[in-house]
């Protein structure tokens, strides 16, 4: 089960609406886990 936004973020992140650095921020501000930004982005979260 994902978080609640998931897949918004990641439909922007895949669309190129969104940089890494802002599904980053998705991350400090709850919205998708650490594990859910390896899933989005294929990098560990820092």
Known sequence: MHSKKY???KS???RG???IE???NAV???W???E???EITGE???
Do not use: C, Q, S
């Open 36 to 38: 859910e930004f390896f």
């Open 28 to 30: 400090a501000k709850g």
């Open 44 to 46: 560990d979260y820092e």
């Open 22 to 24: 802002m599904v980053r």
């Open 7 to 9: 897949e918004k973020v």
């Open 12 to 14: 922007y992140y895949d």
């Open 17 to 19: 609406l969104w940089t």
């Open 32 to 34: 998708i886990t650490e």
